[in-house]
């Protein structure tokens, strides 16, 4: 069964800190991977999404992940956050056959000191 | 700006009362997830329609939850009776129905059962 595991259910930073957040994945065939931001108070967006080639994958707002096949992993990155990217994080995955359905981690909430 | 309409925003409802919530997605997406959010359990998939039919509804209570897709342009999710564990934000989101699609979420509905 697919199932997504993100590690760190809180997580504070001052500005300007580097960030990763982790992600873990159980499924039994190739994925797509997604990461998700939800601001306070608002819906998901998407903040990137790795479908194949480069498993360096670079999102908006500075943020990148990357794709380790060997570790089903896809941490998300950024080198240097900013206040405004206090939000929860969302990793997600869904097979790559037509029916799968999209399923997320439990969320990190990320909370940025000014 | 194509978007995920959600109606309504917020529902407040007494304990044993019937709540639909609507969703219309975006023009042209063929796939529909319903989604709820709580603290505990972070995002959980109840249900999801390919082209109007349910392709998997295994995440949602059946004995008083249903999900249903009238046309191409509603979807529904009624609670019948509501009890107070259903508090939480439930999301729609739509998508391209190809193996690379990621979903499009609507702003939420809010529902407080007291």
């Known amino acids: 069964a697919q199932s997504v595991s993100q590690h760190n259910h809180h997580v504070i930073l001052s500005e300007a800190a580097s960030l990763e957040l982790g992600c873990n994945y159980s499924y039994g065939g190739t994925v797509n991977l997604f990461w998700y931001v939800q601001y306070p108070g608002q819906h998901l967006q998407l903040l990137l999404k790795?479908?194949?080639?480069?498993?360096l994958v670079k999102g908006i707002k500075g943020f990148e992940a990357e794709f380790i096949k060997s570790k089903f992993s896809f941490n998300l990155r950024k080198p240097s956050v900013q206040w405004s990217d206090t939000a929860e994080y969302f990793c997600?995955?869904?097979?790559?056959?037509?029916?799968?359905?999209?399923?997320f981690g439990k969320g990190t909430r990320l909370h940025i000191l000014p | 700006d194509a978007r995920v309409t959600q109606t309504p925003r917020d529902k407040v409802t007494e304990m044993g009362q019937e709540v639909t919530m609507r969703c219309q997605p975006i023009?042209?997406?063929?796939?529909v997830f319903w989604y709820r959010q709580t603290m505990m359990q972070g995002l959980e998939l109840l249900a999801y329609?390919?082209?109007?039919?349910?392709?998997?509804d295994s995440g949602m209570p059946k004995d008083r939850f249903s999900a249903e897709m009238p046309d191409a342009t509603l979807a529904t999710l009624k609670i019948q009776p509501s009890e107070p564990r259903d508090s939480a934000v439930y999301f729609c989101?739509?998508?391209?129905?190809?193996?690379?699609?990621?979903?499009?979420f609507g702003q939420g509905t809010r529902l407080t059962v007291v």
């Open positions: 790795y479908f194949s080639g480069d498993p």
């Open positions: 023009l042209g997406h063929n796939t």
């Open positions: 989101a739509s998508g391209f129905g190809t193996p690379d699609t990621e979903a499009f």
């Open positions: 997600a995955v869904k097979g790559v056959n037509r029916d799968d359905k999209i399923i």
């Open positions: 329609f390919r082209n109007r039919a349910p392709l998997d």
